[in-house]
């Protein structure tokens, strides 16, 4: 006996103890003795009241008993629903008792994405954020591109016990594809799926986990309200739900369809959870595309962090996401590697590109605010507060002190002095790290000590073994 047909049976036994007690209860209920007309217990009208109040008889005219004030009038109807026997939605169908699949094509055409043959676009729907035993997988869907067309499956567990074969289906996708594309999947679905899969015995093959959260917290952390999914696919992919379902509700709406069977609450859960599958595609897409064109794109900081447009070119470095040789421009194109890929030190290059783009835009913005009192780095690692200048502010710092160490990496001490004077021109001497980065460049590549001293001058509490040391050096001690 499977545990599906176990718990039909428990179902059944718990509709039928619940019955029998409704019936004990109205047949103690007829047994009591009847009051006598002229009798006046304050406690026996307050009763009497009470009976009036309520429906003495259904739609045939037969009494119907009194309930137990104890017992929900619900409980006998939620006990006796057995969704093995409700009808799946259209387009739906029921692939094992309490199974339902539904596929569908979400878009006709789509651009080629490197890797997109091993790529498969996942997400799951959840009884819970918790995690751990308490938390069921109701809903998993996987969206992939099969002969130039978008597709996507969705598996609904319709009852608790079906949770194993939505984990079955995963386990068989994830074979298949073993590149899974998520958002925030790495943090939240994927080890749901792990832990739910180890205590249901369904082994996972090892996949290669691609979470779009990150990159795209990397770009417009700053730059808008939230990063989910619906901030950024309205934001910048242009989608609009209409009357969409948030997600704490999907646990209520499936705890509503196992106690009454209504498909109908199950409808809008769908349709939101096939929207995330089309946005997170076309999520990828955008990012690919934005890598693709970084150095143009560094030319607006206010729409993406410079920052995260060089982690970007990392990210898709690293994941075998590069684009081909030709979208290069021309004085990067001839460092490739044998496979018409381009190099390691090209990447890095375009990196360095990005952020020297929008470093010359921010310093130029940022001189025409001319601060009178710049914050400390202190200050400038948190996000400024207020003012025109808080994210040019915040964003220079954050390039400055990343080209600074790479510059400083290569030995292109030229470089970094150069960027360095632009950056305390911009927040002033008083800034603490750019004022020892520059005395140590200074000191130890130029051996200008004078210098040196001079950046450390201005200062509030300049590093007393710094100085020191430089004005030994000076008079030649």
């Known amino acids: 006996m499977d545990l599906a047909e176990r718990l039909r049976q428990r179902r059944r036994a718990a509709a039928a103890a619940a019955a029998g007690k409704q019936a004990d209860a109205a047949g ?27 429906p003495s008889s259904n739609a045939g005219g037969s009494p119907v008993p009194s309930a137990d004030p104890g017992l929900s009038s619900a409980a006998p109807a939620a006990d006796g629903v057995d969704p093995a026997r409700v009808a799946p939605p259209p387009g739906w169908r029921r692939s094992q008792d309490l199974l339902w699949e539904c596929r569908c094509e979400l878009s006709a055409a789509v651009p080629p994405i490197p890797r997109i043959a091993e790529m498969v676009f996942f997400d799951i729907e959840t009884t819970g954020l918790s995690g751990g035993a308490g938390t069921m997988v109701l809903l998993a869907g996987a969206a992939w591109v099969e002969q130039g067309r978008l597709v996507a499956e969705q598996w609904f567990a319709a009852d608790f016990p079906g949770e194993v074969y939505v984990l079955q289906r995963i386990a068989t996708m994830a074979a298949q594809r073993p590149v899974v594309v998520s958002y925030n999947g790495r943090s939240f679905d994927w080890p749901v799926v792990q832990s739910k899969s180890l205590m249901s015995g369904v082994v996972l093959p090892p996949v290669e986990h691609l979470d779009l959260l990150y990159p795209v917290r990397r770009l417009f952390r700053h730059r808008l309200p939230d990063c989910s999914l619906a901030t950024v696919e309205h934001a910048r992919l242009g989608v609009v739900r209409i009357n969409d379902v948030p997600g704490q509700e999907v646990p209520y709406r499936y705890a509503e369809f196992t106690r009454s069977g209504d498909v109908q609450q199950l409808l ?78 090209a990447e890095l290059s375009r990196q360095d590109a990005v952020l020297a783009t929008a470093a010359d835009i921010l310093v130029s913005r940022l001189q025409a605010y001319a601060p009178a009192e710049p914050p400390g780095s202190a200050q400038l690692r948190r996000m400024p507060a207020a003012g025109p200048d808080a994210v040019p502010r915040h964003d220079l ?58 950046a450390l001058r201005g200062l509030a509490d300049p590093p007393a073994h710094r100085q020191e040391r430089v004005r030994r050096k000076l008079s030649g001690c």
């Open 28 to 54: 103690s209920a007829a047994a009591r003795p009847v009051a006598q007309p002229g009798a006046t217990d304050p406690a026996s009208s307050s009763n009497a009241a009470a009976t009036n109040l309520a």
């Open 268 to 345: 809008p859960v769908f349709t939101h959870h096939l929207q995330d599958l089309h946005s997170l595609y076309h999520a990828l897409v955008y990012l690919l595309e934005l890598e693709r064109s970084a150095e143009q794109a560094s030319a607006m900081p206010e729409l993406h962090d410079p920052v995260g447009l060089a982690r970007l070119i990392e990210f898709c470095s690293q994941r075998g996401l590069r684009p081909s040789c030709s979208s290069y421009p021309s004085g990067i194109r001839a460092s490739t590697e044998p496979s018409g890929q381009p190099t390691v030190a």
């Open 397 to 454: 710092f954050r390039i400055g002190r990343l080209l600074v160490r790479r510059y400083k990496q290569r030995q292109d001490y030229d470089s970094a002095r150069r960027l360095l004077l632009q950056l305390q021109d911009c927040f002033g001497p008083a800034h603490r790290w750019t004022a020892v980065e520059l005395a140590k460049l200074l000191e130890h590549q130029y051996r200008d000590y004078a210098g040196a001293l001079a």
